[in-house]
T-cell receptor, first 113, second 114 residues
Framework: GNSVTQMEGPVTLSEEAFLTINCTYT??????LFWYVQYPGEGLQLLLK?????DKGSNKGFEATYRKETTSFHLEKGSVQVSDSAVYFC????????????FGKGTKLTVNP | DVKVTQSSRYLVKRTGEKVFLECVQD?????MFWYRQDPGLGLRLIYF???????EKGDIPEGYSVSREKKERFSLILESASTNQTSMYLC?????????????FGAGTRLSVL
């Protein structure tokens, strides 16, 4: 089946630290990959996406590269800010297939000043 | 700007009550989704709909039903609420067969069943 595994949290960092949140997937077809972010008290919003191998999605200083050989889509940011504190979800959908998203369990990030 | 609106941010209900959670989107999207979010379990799909009066079960439909009488509105119904349905409920919508397949989420309804 289709599934997403992301690193367990919570993750606590100091401001300006480097962030990596690991995400790997299994898919029966060719997936599109997403990172969604949920700020406290809000719904999810799309952070970035990639639709084919070696594509790099980027937004707000975050990046993730679609690695087909390792079935991974790790999220990185070079210097985190307090305002990045949120829950991050990795997700996939199959291209040409169901409209449904398959989510990982989420990783809570706390950034301290 | 894209908007998905859930009618309540917080709800408190009693065991056995019939509960309606409402979701409205203003983007003319065909697809609408209901998820529940629980700590350590992430988001789990309850039901989704890809057209008016059409619905499909998600991963955890037991104890829930849905209604989609108009394109912009998707309702989640708990026929007889139970304490294990205490959770955060998130609604989302997306364009049908959109190559980007981006889902847009509401702010969520936190339901407590006592």
């Amino acid at each position: 089946g289709n599934s997403v595994t992301q690193m367990e949290g919570p993750v606590t960092l100091s401001e300006e630290a480097f962030l990596t949140i690991n995400c790997t997937y299994t898919a029966t077809g060719y997936p599109s990959l997403f990172w969604y972010v949920q700020y406290p008290g809000e719904g999810l919003q799309l952070l970035l996406k990639a639709t084919k191998a070696d594509d790099k999605g980027s937004n707000k200083g975050f990046e993730a590269t679609y690695r087909k050989e390792t079935t991974s889509f790790h999220l990185e940011k070079g210097s985190v800010q307090v305002s990045d504190s949120a829950v991050y979800f990795c997700a996939l959908t199959l291209q040409g297939g169901s409209e449904k998203l398959v989510f990982g369990k989420g990783t809570k990030l706390t950034v301290n000043p | 700007d894209v908007k998905v609106t859930q009618s309540s941010r917080y709800l408190v209900k009693r065991t056995g009550e019939k509960v309606f959670l409402e979701c409205v989107q203003d983007m003319d999207h065909e697809n609408m989704f209901w998820y529940r979010q629980d700590p350590g379990l992430g988001l789990r799909l309850i039901y989704f709909s890809y057209d008016v009066k059409m619905k499909e079960k998600g991963d955890i439909p037991e104890g829930y039903s849905v209604s989609r009488e108009k394109k912009e509105r998707f309702s989640l119904i708990l026929e007889s609420a139970s304490t294990n349905q205490t959770s955060m409920y998130l609604c989302a919508s997306s364009l049908f067969r959109d190559s980007k397949n981006i889902q847009y989420f509401g702010a969520g309804t936190r339901l407590s069943v006592l």
